[in-house]
């Protein structure tokens, strides 16, 4: 096989990035030999950083709809390192209309190798978990992660009300993604913290209530594989397990009555 160059770039959110960190990491473990550049937003270039490779950060908003949707705003501020001998590869799985799963992002991947005429195909037998570097994070007992932010590529308008969440789980520490207006001792804002600082997080929480976008992606590494996650009154064409379509521990919730559910058996716990 031949020592490829590969261009590997994403211009889309941070759940789009994350995926395509994971299969990186698979390509770099199959075909140790290719050399690899990958590009992404600017202010999602920390993500990469631990990875082997060359991350080339572009600047641009990856919240501006545009700049998502016309490649060729992102791809011409990267289009010199072909120049140079690399091969592109878009890694969006918009590219193909697919969901997000990690069966989907290795499919994306090798449809993209294959209308290349590249000589690579990566294996999904051995699951791809969103592994990011682990860093020390204090988390209180009973804790929640709750992604009460904005999403970016619009799956969900449903809002948590933290107020009223932190007045009826009085013993539930929750650790919210998205600042709030309101002081309580048992809400703790992570809205200044980076998404490797939110996976840590996730890693001591009993529970994470999610709405699909960037923030609940980071938490898909093994050590959350059987914690619930729960993601919030989908709308119709988002409505699937995201990363990985067999998960039963990933809910696709449409009451508040569910939820609280949930969060009254941490309410209990000791």
Same mark, same amino acid.
């Given at each position: 096989?031949?020592?490829?160059?590969?261009?590997?770039?994403?211009?889309?959110?941070?759940?789009? +990035?994350?995926?395509?960190? +994971?299969?990186?990491?698979?390509?770099? @473990?199959?075909?140790?030999?290719? +050399?690899? *550049?990958?590009?992404?937003?600017?202010?999602?270039?920390?993500?990469?950083?631990?990875?082997?490779? @060359?991350?080339?950060? /572009?600047?641009?908003?990856?919240?501006?709809? /545009?700049?998502?949707?016309?490649?060729?705003?992102?791809?011409?501020?990267?289009?010199?390192?072909?120049?140079?001998?690399?091969?592109?590869?878009?890694?969006?799985?918009?590219?193909?209309?697919?969901?997000?799963?990690?069966?989907?992002?290795?499919?994306?991947?090798?449809?993209?190798?294959? @209308?290349?005429?590249?000589?690579?195909?990566?294996?999904?037998?051995?699951?791809?978990?969103?592994?990011?570097?682990?860093?020390?994070?204090?988390?209180?007992?009973?804790?929640?992660?709750?992604?009460?932010?904005?999403?970016?590529?619009?799956?969900?308008?449903?809002?948590?009300?933290?107020?009223?969440?932190?007045?009826?789980?009085? $013993?539930?520490?929750?650790? +919210?993604?998205?600042?709030? !207006?309101?002081?309580?001792?048992?809400?703790?804002?992570?809205?200044?913290?980076?998404?490797? =600082?939110?996976?840590?997080?996730?890693?001591?929480? &009993?529970?994470?209530?999610? *709405?699909?976008?960037?923030?609940?992606?980071?938490?898909?590494? =093994?050590? $959350?594989?059987? &914690? &619930? &996650?729960?993601?919030? !009154?989908?709308?119709?064409?988002?409505?699937?397990?995201?990363?990985?379509?067999?998960?039963? !521990?990933?809910?696709?919730?449409?009451?508040?009555?569910?939820?609280?559910?949930?969060?009254?058996?941490?309410?209990?716990?000791?």
């Amino acid at each position: 096989m031949a020592d490829y160059k590969l261009l590997l770039w994403i211009n889309q959110s941070n759940g789009d +990035t994350l995926g395509s960190i +994971t299969v990186i990491r698979a390509l770099i @473990e199959q075909y140790p030999n290719v +050399t690899i *550049k990958f590009a992404c937003f600017y202010d999602q270039a920390y993500l990469a950083q631990h990875l082997p490779i @060359e991350v080339v950060p /572009v600047q641009g908003n990856y919240k501006n709809l /545009v700049m998502r949707t016309v490649p060729s705003y992102f791809f011409d501020k990267i289009k010199h390192i072909v120049d140079e001998g690399y091969i592109p590869i878009h890694l969006w799985l918009g590219v193909y209309g697919y969901n997000y799963t990690w069966q989907n992002q290795v499919k994306a991947f090798n449809n993209q190798c294959r @209308e290349n005429n590249i000589d690579i195909t990566l294996d999904d037998s051995k699951f791809g978990y969103i592994e990011l570097p682990c860093v020390d994070v204090q988390v209180e007992k009973n804790a929640i992660l709750v992604e009460n932010c904005p999403t970016v590529s619009g799956q969900t308008h449903y809002e948590f009300d933290m107020y009223k969440l932190s007045l009826m789980f009085p $013993n539930v520490n929750f650790y +919210t993604i998205g600042a709030v !207006n309101f002081e309580a001792k048992n809400i703790i804002d992570c809205s200044k913290l980076s998404l490797i =600082e939110i996976s840590s997080i996730s890693r001591k929480c &009993k529970l994470i209530l999610g *709405k699909g976008s960037g923030p609940f992606c980071s938490t898909f590494n =093994e050590e $959350n594989l059987s &914690k &619930k &996650k729960v993601m919030m !009154n989908l709308l119709e064409g988002w409505r699937f397990r995201y990363w990985n379509e067999d998960d039963e !521990n990933t809910l696709l919730i449409d009451s508040d009555e569910e939820m609280f559910a949930l969060i009254r058996a941490i309410n209990r716990s000791k």
